[in-house]
């Protein structure tokens, strides 16, 4: 059964916010840390955002640092990422995953292991 399952996605104009979810099933949550990912065709899977579950400290990529804003809401199960000032480069399928090991510096430089769980996805289109 589906544990992870983002919403969010969507069409939007480049420069214009999103706000994605990912809502967490079946396991406790809380005690993982939780990352955003995305891919686009022909390109590898790259991780984008990252949430720990110790202390709540978020991480990021450099393409996305400044721009992106990862929270998470213990309570409901749920991590969201806001996606502000898009680019035509964010276009990609996003999904969630989450990690009882890795840590988040590890994910976000491209160096991730030990992924427990993954969504399906969702699709961010930024086009003019």
């Known amino acids: 059964q589906v544990q992870l399952v983002e919403s969010g996605g969507g069409l939007v104009q480049p420069g214009d916010s999103l706000r994605l979810s990912c809502a967490a099933s079946?396991?406790?949550?809380?005690?993982?840390?939780i990352a955003w990912f995305r891919q686009a065709p022909g390109k590898e899977r790259e991780g984008v955002s990252c949430?720990?579950?110790?202390?709540?400290?978020?991480d990021y990529a450099d393409s996305v640092k400044g721009r992106f804003t990862i929270s998470r809401d213990n309570a409901k199960d749920t991590v969201y990422l806001q996606m502000n000032s898009l680019k035509p480069e964010d276009t990609a399928i996003y999904y969630c995953a989450a990690t009882f090991s890795t840590q988040c510096r590890a994910i976000v430089t491209g160096e991730y292991y030990g992924i427990d769980y993954w969504g399906e996805g969702t699709l961010v289109t930024v086009s003019s």
């Open positions: 949430i720990t579950e110790s202390d709540g400290s978020a």
């Open positions: 079946g396991f406790t949550s809380n005690y993982y840390t």
